[in-house]
C-alpha cells in the first residue's frame, strides 16, 4: 500500500479548531467532515464529545469505529447530503473545501452550535499544493457562506506557519456560531 498523503500524516490538530472547540457544548455531537486521518476526531474523542467522522475513504479511522459513528460518502458524487435533517454542536471542516456543500454545512449546526472552516486560499498555490483554484478558498469565501445564516466569532485570511511545521501556508479560517446572543471567545494560548 502506498505511503498516506500528507494531510492523512497529520496528528495534531489545528490551533484553530483546537482554540474554538471551547464553544462546542461540553459532549456535544460533532461532524468532522472529510476526517481523513481523524486528527480532530481523536482529539475530540479524547475531550468527550460524541463525534461523526465523514470522508470518502474511512480506512485511516476505521479504529475509532467503536467510539465514533463513521460513514463512508463521497461528498462530492452528487448524491444528497448524507445528513439531511441532522443537526451538530459542531461542524469541523479542514483542509478540504467544497462550494456546492457549504450550504449544507452550515444548515448542519445545531441551535448554539459552532462552524469552524479552516483551508487554504487563493495565493498559497504560489507556496505548495493545493494549486487547483477550486480546492482554494477566494477571499472572505467563508464570511459569504455564513452571512445572514450565522454569527460571526472569528475569521482570519493571509500568510501563517502551517500547524504541521512545514513552513507557512495561505489559510482562511471561520468561526461561526447560531446563537441569537454575542458569543465570548476563547482566550489566545499563551506563548510558549
Do not use: K
Not at 497529520?10 to 484553530?16: A, I
Not at 494549486?131 to 452571512?147: I, K, Q, S, T, Y
Request: charged letters at 20%; one cysteine or more; a negative charge.
Amino acid at each position: 500500500m502506498p505511503p498516506p498523503a500528507v494531510h492523512l500524516s497529520l496528528t495534531v490538530p489545528s490551533p484553530w479548531v483546537t482554540r474554538f472547540a471551547a464553544l462546542i457544548r461540553p459532549g456535544g455531537r460533532v461532524l468532522d467532515v472529510a476526517c481523513g486521518g481523524g486528527r480532530h476526531a481523536r482529539w475530540l474523542l479524547e475531550r468527550g464529545f460524541a463525534v461523526t467522522l465523514v470522508d470518502r475513504d474511512t480506512e485511516y479511522v476505521a479504529d475509532l469505529a467503536d467510539r465514533a459513528e463513521i460513514v463512508t460518502a463521497d461528498l462530492e458524487d452528487g448524491r444528497p447530503w448524507p445528513f439531511a435533517g441532522r443537526a451538530f454542536d459542531a461542524v469541523v471542516v479542514t483542509n478540504y473545501l467544497n462550494r456546492p456543500r457549504l450550504p449544507d454545512m452550515v444548515a448542519a449546526v445545531a441551535d448554539g452550535g459552532v462552524l469552524l472552516c479552516q483551508t487554504f486560499m487563493v495565493g498559497h498555490e504560489r507556496i505548495a499544493r493545493p494549486r487547483n483554484p477550486d480546492h482554494l478558498a477566494r477571499p472572505g469565501e467563508f464570511l459569504d457562506a455564513v452571512a445572514g445564516r450565522l454569527q460571526l466569532v472569528a475569521f482570519e485570511q493571509g500568510l501563517q506557519p502551517m500547524p504541521s511545521g512545514r513552513g507557512e501556508g495561505v489559510v482562511q479560517s471561520l468561526c461561526a456560531v447560531r446563537a441569537d446572543q454575542p458569543v465570548s471567545l476563547p482566550p489566545l494560548a499563551s506563548p510558549a
